[in-house]
């Protein structure tokens, strides 16, 4: 799959969510996934984990495509080497 095709991040209720397993986020839930959330203060972003649990990135994303990138980033830090490939074409076509 090439990189401008993983840039389809789904539009979901209040924000926008990307699984890694690459099925469409906004017709079904896997994880992991990432999602990043609009407050009137800046975006949020959260790493969705196999085991229900969440990791959320310090402090907010000023834009849209910032928090895409920085959810990607914490992702990879979190999610290490089984989500690398697909991480890093993510990261290629963020922007």
């Known amino acids: 799959m090439k990189a ?3 840039t389809g991040w789904a539009r979901i209720g209040d924000g926008w969510a990307f699984n890694l397993d690459r099925t469409d986020a906004a017709k079904a ?3 992991p996934r990432l999602e990043i959330h609009p407050s009137p203060r800046g975006w949020s972003c959260l790493c969705l984990l196999q085991d229900g649990t969440s990791h959320q990135l310090r402090g907010l994303a000023g ?3 910032t928090a ?3 959810a990607v980033g914490q992702a990879q ?3 290490g080497s089984p989500h690398a ?3 890093d074409e993510l990261l290629e076509g963020a922007g």
């Open 77 to 79: 830090g979190i999610l």
């Open 4 to 6: 401008a095709e993983l």
């Open 68 to 70: 895409k990138r920085a």
């Open 29 to 31: 839930f896997s994880f």
């Open 63 to 65: 834009s849209m495509s």
């Open 85 to 87: 490939a697909v991480l």
